[in-house]
């Protein structure tokens, strides 16, 4: 009897070993006592010279499939390519080099924020809505300061989304729209790129 197996390529996959098997980059619908048979299909060995990108087609994957299964039916759903990116296992920075760049970007976001400040003449907008709140003049308007300091770092935290690793809700923030789109860009460059070479 002809077996019908479905197949979604997954879009981008991370692997830390060359040997891509049919559920690495795969998603699949079939019958329980198939699975099995599916787990242990072998798509593609990566010799070390190709790199640490490949671009797996939905075609290496059925050839794979067929090998094992000839009888079976293939049917196509979703993605016909899978980007697999080859990485060893991730090894944690060094302390070092976390503190490092925790305080280049700190120091560079701080810059950022106090030369705009600068540029705009914030002091004197202080200033400014102090004495028209208050009624009299301070050179150091700290009753506003320090509220539109903490205001700003809030609005940061709620502008990305991010508390460290934790989002504030599911609801995605602009970078990760940005690193989504990036990616994106990359993974149709790097399929459009493996069909020049063939």
């Known amino acids: 009897m002809e ?13 830390d070993q060359r ?7 795969a998603d699949v619908q ?16 990566v010799p070390p010279i190709a790199g640490n990108i490949v671009v797996v087609t939905i075609l290496e994957v059925i050839d794979a499939m067929k090998e094992v299964l000839p009888d079976a039916q293939a049917v196509i759903a979703g993605d016909t390519e899978a980007i697999v990116s080859l990485q060893s296992a991730e090894v944690p ?19 950022t924020i106090m ?3 600068e540029d705009v003449s914030m002091q004197k907008v202080h200033i400014m809505l102090y004495e028209i709140i208050t009624g009299e003049k301070v050179e150091k308007p700290l009753m506003l300061q320090i509220p539109y300091s903490i205001g700003l770092g809030l609005g940061m935290i709620l502008f990305f989304n991010r508390l ?7 609801e995605p923030g602009p ?15 790097l399929a459009a790129n493996e069909k020049e070479q063939k």
């Open 164 to 170: 460290w690793q934790k989002r504030l809700n599911e």
């Open 115 to 117: 030369n705009f400040h």
């Open 3 to 15: 077996e019908t197996i479905y197949i979604s390529l997954k879009r981008h996959i991370r692997l």
């Open 93 to 111: 920075s060094p302390l070092w080099k976390v503190i490092f760049v925790w305080i280049l970007l700190f120091t560079g976001a701080a810059l």
């Open 175 to 189: 970078l990760d729209l940005e690193m989504f789109k990036y990616e994106e860009d990359i993974n149709g460059y």
């Open 30 to 45: 079939a019958s329980e006592y198939m699975l099995p048979v599916l787990e242990k299909i072998v798509v593609k060995k």
């Open 19 to 25: 040997c891509i098997s049919f559920f690495d980059v």
